[in-house]
C-alpha cells in the first residue's frame, strides 16, 4: 500500500551544513509518527523541507503524487500543513480572525461564510472558543500552540505536521494537548510529531523516528527506541535526565 506521505532521501544543505542527511519518513493513515532528537538534529528542517519551506534533494509524495518542489501554499491545498516551532500569531488580531485569516492566506477560493464556518468549528475544537474574542497577543503561551493547532487545522489537512506544540506547558496543560492530539488523529489526521517531551510521544505515537546530526539512527515503535541503545544514548539518556 502506498504511505499516505513518504519522504525519501531528503537532504537538506545550508552552505556546508547538512542539516538533514538522506532521511526518510512515511506516514500511513490514521498514524502518529515522533520525530525526536537532539537540539539542532534537524528535525524542524526536516518539517520545513516537507511542508515546502525550504529547498532540499530528494523525493517527497502526497497521497501518490510528488510534492517535491511545491511551495508551501500549493503543498497546503493538497492536503499538508505545518505549525511553526516559534508561534507567529498576528497579536493584534482576534482568535477568530487569527483562524480566519490562516484559512484565507492559504486556501485562495475560500469564501467569507466558509472561512468563518471553518474557523468556528476548528476553534471549537481545539478547545478555544472561550477566547474565540480575545487578541491572540494576549493568550497565555498554551493558548497560543493551542492557536497555533487551530489554525493549521482550518486549512483540513490530511497530514498534519507539528513542531513542538506541547514543549513548554505544565502538566495539566500538556495532559489537555495529549488528549488533543490524540482527537486530531481520531478525526482521520495523520500526524507527524516533533516534541522533546518524552512521556508525550511515547504515549501518542504509533511509531518514532529518532534523528541525529540530520540523520535518521532509529525507527520503530516506542517500546523499540527506549531499548535501542544508539537513539537512547544520541538522545533519551539526556533528556531523561534533565526533565
Ligand atoms: N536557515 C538556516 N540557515 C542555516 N542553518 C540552519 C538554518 N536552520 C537551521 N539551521 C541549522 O541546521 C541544524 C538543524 O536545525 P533544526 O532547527 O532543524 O534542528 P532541530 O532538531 O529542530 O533542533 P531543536 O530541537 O533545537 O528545535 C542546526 O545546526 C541549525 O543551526
Ligand atoms: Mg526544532
Redesign the pocket.
Known amino acids: 500500500m502506498t504511505a499516505l506521505l513518504d519522504a525519501s532521501s531528503v537532504t537538506v544543505r ?2 556546508g ?1 547538512t ?2 542527511d538522506h532521511a526518510n519518513l512515511r506516514v500511513d493513515r490514521g498514524q502518529i509518527v515522533g520525530l525526536i ?10 518539517l ?1 523541507a516537507i511542508s515546502g519551506f ?1 529547498k532540499y534533494k530528494g523525493d517527497i509524495t502526497l497521497d501518490g503524487g510528488s510534492i517535491a518542489g511545491l511551495e508551501p501554499n500549493a503543498i497546503a491545498r493538497r492536503g499538508l500543513v505545518r505549525t511553526f ?1 516559534i508561534v507567529q500569531p498576528l497579536s493584534n488580531l482576534t482568535v477568530l480572525e487569527n483562524v480566519m485569516v490562516g484559512a484565507y492566506a492559504h486556501l485562495g477560493t475560500l469564501q467569507r461564510k466558509e472561512a468563518e464556518e471553518r474557523a468556528m468549528e476548528t476553534i471549537e475544537f481545539t478547545g478555544l472558543a472561550e477566547v474565540a474574542g480575545r487578541l491572540a497577543g494576549q493568550l497565555t503561551l498554551a493558548g497560543r500552540k493551542r492557536l497555533e493547532v487551530a489554525r493549521a487545522l482550518a486549512l483540513k489537512p490530511k497530514v498534519l505536521l507539528l ?2 506544540v506541547i514543549a513548554g506547558l505544565n502538566p495539566a496543560e500538556t495532559e489537555k494537548a495529549v488528549g488533543l492530539i490524540g482527537s486530531i488523529r481520531d478525526r482521520g489526521v495523520s500526524v507527524v510529531m ?1 516534541e ?1 517531551v518524552m512521556r508525550a510521544i511515547m504515549s501518542l505515537s504509533d511509531r518514532i523516528i529518532v ?1 541525529h546530526y ?1 540523520r535518521k539512527i532509529a525507527e520503530g515503535s516506542p517500546s523499540d527506541i527506549v531499548n535501542n541503545e544508539e537513539a537512547v544514548r544520541a538522545y533519551l539518556g539526556e533528556s531523561h535526565a534533565a526533565s
Open positions: 545550508f552552505g551544513l542539516a538533514v532528537g537532539p537540539n539542532g538534529a534537524g528535525k524542524t528542517t526536516f520545513s525550504v516551532q513542531d513542538e516533533v522533546h534523528l540530520g
